[in-house]
């Protein structure tokens, strides 16, 4: 099989970059400027390698010597060089000079060529003055850094937050999206629908594989949202564009995150600027689709940003049949839900999941539960905070997990609770510690996946089945993701629940057992 044909430059560029800064600086760079013009234009890969080498092998001192050179390379009357040196300005760190510099250079320039390549330059480094000069501008390559520049002043000057206590009164026609995990949907509408008995502010719509759906029926804020604990992300339903031809969906799809009623969503809930980060939902990173949606969306709306860099929004595009669908979804870190989280192990339950398992125990008063692989105490809090608990017992063959369990519930603040958590085999403190018929509730996620092998996790499985048949009280409970189909795996316990999740790569059962007699 033949090869393709070499690339010149790239062969010198890959030599050079395995060179020094000094031998760069002292051998290759005095060649490059004694060079005619024809022989610096083949060696203009030198650019390249000194932009790279130099910023991630370079001293502070280094940079500064290096960085005069390639501000000289600006005014070379070749094209290409001077198209190279902005393109390694920024690798080594540029400031207001180096903006002077090149919003001359655009002045002067006539070719739409260089004018990218300048936009892309100063996007990086540009401020206030590039703003000024480049926010009128129409051409492509300079109104996405218009917006680059804006979002990242945005950014420093008028930090973002999501608000949680302010009222949307628009709320005429707005679904609202419930996501989780494939298999918690059920789990996720009977929490909904028990909410919705004391919360007139919303209707449930539709349920479908990972997602509950409302629509808005009162004025609302996002912590009357955010009551409910079993979802993973919400989103709010901004529209669904149809369009056949690439340009006109573009079109459609950012008159759809630049409507009023997006804006309206944006301002009632954002404190600061008002920036988002695009997501194509199961269609990988589209760099050229985003920047193109991105930069008609600004010339739509200017005060809407997009920024990647720490976004207090996503807007989600989701394939939708033939079309797509569009939502705006709020980021909060941590989230207001689950903030007694102050550590996790490595391989932690995931928070609504722990919600769910909390809420398919169900309420009973003067619980006594106990989770024999405790990890960070996630389904221990989420069950105590329901109430009803009147001890705690959780154990964990880590010492650094029960540390941190110790932290999260008392982060926690579980009042009138005893706490009981320690480093052993659950086995030895069902015997030991527990005995028959002491506990009420065991809740559970197991060590299970990839994160953490286990030897022989069958009999792991089949160890815990029967140390909850002998440790619950008649009528206790066994609630736990269950990697195993096991059928009657204990006459003493009877299965009552059993729903397979997506546990992020596998399947697995969540189930429920009762321990008969009760």
Known sequence: MKSGPK???????????????????????PRFDQGTPAE????????????????????KAQKEQIRPWLRGLLQDPEEKIRRYAM?????????????????????????????????QTLAKIGGEATLEVVGSEESGALSQAALKIKAGLARSQSPSRIRLDHTLTSFQGLLIHLHGRRGLEQFMRAE?????????????????????????????????????????????????????????SLEALARIIASPQAQKIFKTFTEGSLRYRLDFVAHGHQRGTVKALANRVFELCPEILNDPNEAPWTVAIHPRGRGRLVELSPKLSPDPRFVYRQQDVPAASHLPLAACMALL????????????????????????????????????????????AERNLAAANLKGITTRLVCSDFRD????????????LIISNPPLGKRVPVPNLRGLIYD??????????????????????????NRALRLETRQVVDFGGFNCRLEKYVKVGG
């Open 87 to 119: 393109t390694a300005l920024p690798k080594i760190g540029a400031g207001a000079g180096e903006e002077t510099e090149l919003l001359a250079l655009l002045r002067q320039t006539t070719t739409e060529r260089e004018k990218k390549f300048l936009g």
């Open 192 to 248: 909904v629908e028990k909410y919705l008995k004391r919360n007139t502010k919303f209707r449930l719509t539709d349920v479908r594989s990972g997602l509950v759906a409302l629509a808005a029926r009162a004025p609302f804020a996002l912590k009357d949202i955010y009551a409910l604990r079993c979802f993973g992300t919400v989103g709010f339903v901004l529209g669904t564009e149809n369009e056949p031809e690439e340009a006109d």
């Open 40 to 59: 610096r234009l083949a060696q203009v890969a030198l650019i390249r390698a000194v932009g790279v080498v130099f910023s991630e092998q370079g001293t």
């Open 361 to 404: 125990a169900g309420p009973k008063d003067g619980d006594v539960i106990w989770d024999p692989f405790c990890g960070s105490g996630i389904e221990l809090v989420e069950r105590s905070l329901k109430g009803g608990v009147s001890a705690v017992h959780g154990t964990d063959l880590s010492e650094m997990a029960i540390g941190i």
């Open 7 to 29: 690339n010149p430059n790239k062969e010198l560029y890959n030599q050079l970059r395995r060179l020094s800064c000094e031998q760069l600086w002292v051998e290759e760079v």
């Open 429 to 440: 403190y069902a015997k030991e510690e527990l005995g028959a018929d002491s506990v009420d």
């Open 464 to 489: 815990l089945v029967d140390v909850a048949a002998m440790v619950l009280r008649p009528g206790g409970r066994l609630v736990f993701a269950n990697p195993l189909y096991l059928d009657n795996p």
